[in-house]
């Protein structure tokens, strides 16, 4: 008797460990690095003690691989750029609609919201919200090249030898915009755009004689304008933001044509397991406290009402400095990337690599 009553107790004791344990959540988050910092899960995890946070940093490129190769298992918010939904959903079916109700979007930017909203709708429902943007544009030593304004002033010969680019998409937008092209209305036609980057690449080469180095990463970048072995670049505007503490001379310069922006994006992948914690966690992260701790991590602006004001106090200088009201009224949102365009644009920066050693 005594045996079976100490193994009732054991199973009895397992089961209730085991209704314990299938109470804890696992929120699996698939996100860019620095859109996670551990004292915002820390404090989300003490808020909501039954939800263990779980974090893949990625990019925008192996989101979609990583959701494709699962049908969208695996994760269960994932947080790609708002032109990064739209194809990947109708070719992959990767994600799910979101349940609009459950999450404030009232603390939004209407502007960011509705933009988002409008890219991502599909047979009428909404499969993203925006979370933070900001932009590429250029950065500037403003006391060596006060005159670099456009996206064409990379390759001015006023700066030979004393500017970088990274040869990734934004490059070839920025320079089809300052050859007064416009690649967004030309996604609809293919031809036409091919015609577009032809153009672009040819300018680019021709350009090789200008470049002092093509950046790969914020690191050598910033290694480059703070020693001065350069007066410009494209740039991240994050990037700028962060050597203007360093040095007030540097700058982010929104270009004449206007900056390229993003807005990074929540979603949920459509076979994710914890919806529930995925809106705890949107509506956490958008509180105004949050989203201080949120910029302070990422470098950028939360797209929240008054965003720019709940920046940390040295990149809400650095953002003042760079951006007046009509830059931003001249923001050029990336597009929604039509199927084939991303192969078109890589075959033409292997093109541009090839001939400059890029």
């Avoid at 947080?79 to 194809?87: C, E, G, N, W």
């Avoid at 006060?146 to 010969?157: I, R």
């Avoid at 690649?183 to 080469?205: C, H, M, N, R, T």
């Avoid at 350009?207 to 093509?214: E, G, T």
């Amino acid at each position: 008797m005594h045996f079976k009553s100490t193994l009732a107790g054991l199973l009895a004791a397992t089961m209730l460990a085991g209704a314990g344990s299938a109470q804890a959540e696992t929120l699996r988050l698939l996100t860019w690095g620095s859109y996670a910092p551990d004292e915002l899960i820390e404090k989300f995890e003490a808020e909501y003690p039954d939800i263990d946070v779980e974090v893949t940093f990625s990019n925008n490129e192996e989101m979609i691989a990583k959701l494709r190769a699962t049908g969208g298992a695996g994760f269960d918010l994932a947080q790609p750029s708002h032109d990064r939904i739209y194809a990947a959903q109708l070719e992959y079916d990767i994600y799910k609609p979101l349940d609009l109700s459950k999450i404030d979007t009232s603390v939004m930017e209407a502007k960011l919201l509705d933009g988002v909203k409008e890219n991502t709708t599909i047979e009428g429902e909404v499969y993203a919200v925006p979370h933070q943007w900001g932009t590429s544009g250029l950065m500037a030593d403003k006391t060596k090249a006060p005159g670099l304004k456009s996206w064409a002033d990379l390759c001015n010969p006023e700066y030979k030898g004393k500017t970088s680019m990274r040869l990734k998409r934004t490059i070839l937008l920025g320079t089809a915009f300052s050859m007064g092209e416009d690649p967004f209305a030309a996604y609809s036609d293919l031809e036409k755009y091919q015609g577009i980057l032809d153009k672009v690449a040819d300018k680019l080469i021709e350009c090789k004689d200008n470049i002092k180095a093509y950046w790969k990463g914020g690191d050598d970048l910033s290694a480059m304008m703070l020693s001065g072995e350069i007066v410009g670049s494209e740039t991240w505007d994050s990037t700028a933001y962060k050597l203007f503490d360093q040095n007030e001379n540097i700058v982010f310069v929104p270009p004449a044509e206007g900056a390229l922006a993003w807005i990074d994006t929540f979603a949920l992948p459509r076979k994710a397991k914890a919806d529930d914690a995925a809106y705890k966690w949107i509506n956490f992260v958008l509180r105004p406290e949050n989203v201080t701790l949120m910029s302070a991590s990422t470098g950028a602006i939360a797209a929240v009402q008054g965003g720019q004001d709940l920046l940390p106090e040295d990149k809400k200088a650095a953002v003042n400095a760079a951006f007046t009201k009509e830059d931003i009224d001249n923001l050029k949102f990336f597009a929604n990337i039509p199927p084939g365009v991303e192969d078109m644009e890589g075959k033409t920066l292997e093109k541009i690599k090839a001939a400059t050693g890029g």
